[in-house]
């Protein structure tokens, strides 16, 4: 590395880690300590655990593993273990109050600080190409997402405000419903993304045959005409499973949706009751329902690499690029992420975050289901610990893809790979549909 790009990536370290840290503390910092010691929903943590664990987590790996440090406070340190104790019962432990977890994080980061101004990036694969640094501040991003979830179901006055994305662009309502994708191998996951997950990895060739795809994420509008249609009643659309959850919990509407006197649809969203916006995409709906919701158009979910052909894949070149619209960065103008706004964009939104094919929005607005199970990729290896991504391997999760309004770039790249139950609502999740195409 020349001494510039050393430089360079100390930088992109440092700026990467403050933006974490400012988000953690725009989340927290808006509320009382009562309200970040309450358990808001049994999903989720007490805001004040997020807020210790990821300083925890920072100290884990990069003062101890990095720095060889001592453990500042051992005894905390099974607290803050996420496998240890389930959300639902964390607050009952004795965690930090939110004084002493926010002198903890602050002190944790200026010791990485200062071990960031003198780290060599060569030495090992932990530390190549600021690897755990750039895992770190995407720990905390996902952290970070995780407690504005909290947020949405928390009730209370609402806390939290942002602009609103701006409207539809004009070209909108000549979008194609659709986009084709042709059939053909291409290259999924990724070998060359230098802070991209064990699970993103290694870059692979799939095959994959011609099918069509949703120009945009599925509408609130849409939704509502599903509902119309009897849609949550119709036994056949759905699952087997989907069926008897959506029986048992009795979905009738995506969460956060209440129908006033008139028939008219509303949502909560972070505190603010309003009407449905009907061009904005569709949001906490579980698997189930976007997969009934599918079945009910006469298509079905796409699969999680038929959503990163269509995302990746440039025709011309052969190639699979970084991100819909090439391999910069986002900007504000390609996608609505790093919770800018605090809703995704009307349908339609970003064309110049477009793909090759023309599908808008694949990354940001909402995180999107597919229709596959989270599995490893050929010649998959655990790194740096199975339990990121290795013990959640299996047919119990589903896999999300995109990002979401409420993801950061930082974790969100065209190969990022999210994960969820089937049965989950509380999370930024819509999806888009797909059918099959010719084979001619
Ligand atoms: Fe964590």
């Not at 819909?324 to 986002?330: E, H």
Request: aromatic share 12%; proline share 10%.
């Amino acid at each position: 590395m020349t001494i510039a790009a050393d430089a360079a990536l100390r930088e992109e370290i440092e700026t990467r880690l403050a933006a974490a840290r400012a988000r953690t503390a725009g989340l927290t910092d808006c509320v009382e300590d009562a309200d970040l010691i309450a358990q808001h929903s049994p999903l989720m943590s007490p805001l004040v655990w997020d807020l210790a664990h990821v300083a925890n987590q920072e100290e884990l790996w990069l003062l101890r593993g990095v720095g060889g440090r001592e453990p500042m406070h051992p005894e905390i340190d099974p607290l803050y273990d996420a496998f240890e104790h389930p959300r639902a019962t964390r607050p009952t432990l004795p965690l930090l109050p939110p004084a002493q977890a926010r002198g903890y994080a602050r002190e944790v980061r200026g010791r990485v600080l200062d071990l960031l101004e003198r780290v060599a990036f060569t030495g090992g694969r932990l530390v190549e190409a600021g690897f755990v640094f750039g895992m770190i501040a995407q720990h905390e991003q996902q952290h970070d997402e995780t407690m504005l979830a909290t947020h949405q179901l928390r009730s209370g006055e609402p806390v939290l405000s942002a602009p609103p994305p701006g409207p539809a662009p004009k070209d909108t309502a000549r979008l194609p419903a659709e986009v084709l994708v042709p059939g053909g191998p291409f290259t999924m996951g990724t070998s060359a993304e230098p802070w991209a997950l064990d699970n993103e990895r290694p870059a692979h060739v799939v095959d994959v045959l011609p099918f069509y795809l949703d120009a945009t994420p599925v509408t609130n509008a849409a939704f509502a005409e599903f509902i119309a249609d009897g849609g949550y009643f119709e036994e056949r659309i759905w699952s087997a499973a989907g069926w008897e959850h959506r029986q048992r919990a009795g979905l009738s509407a995506p969460l956060f949706w209440q129908q006033d006197g008139s028939g008219q649809w509303l949502r909560r969203r972070f505190g603010v009751t309003e009407p449905v916006p009907p061009a904005e995409p569709v949001m906490h709906v579980c698997w189930y329902e976007a997969d009934a919701f599918a079945r009910w158009a006469g298509r079905r979910l796409p699969t999680e690499a038929e959503w990163e052909k269509a995302a990746r894949y440039d025709p011309a070149s052969g190639r699979s690029r970084r991100y819909p619209w090439g391999d910069d960065d986002p900007t504000p103008a390609h996608a609505n992420l790093g919770q800018r706004h605090l809703q995704p964009a009307p349908a339609g939104s970003y064309p110049q975050g477009a793909a090759p094919f023309g599908a808008r929005q694949l990354i940001g607005d909402v995180w999107e289901w597919t229709a596959s199970d989270f599995l490893p990729y050929p010649g998959f290896s655990a790194w740096p610990y199975k339990e990121y991504s290795e013990v959640f391997f299996g047919t119990e999760y589903k896999v999300l893809r995109g990002g979401a309004f409420s993801a950061d770039p930082v974790a969100c790249r065209g190969t990022f790979r999210n994960w969820d139950y089937p049965i989950r609502r509380q999370i930024f999740a819509g999806f888009r549909t797909a059918r099959d195409g010719d084979l001619g």
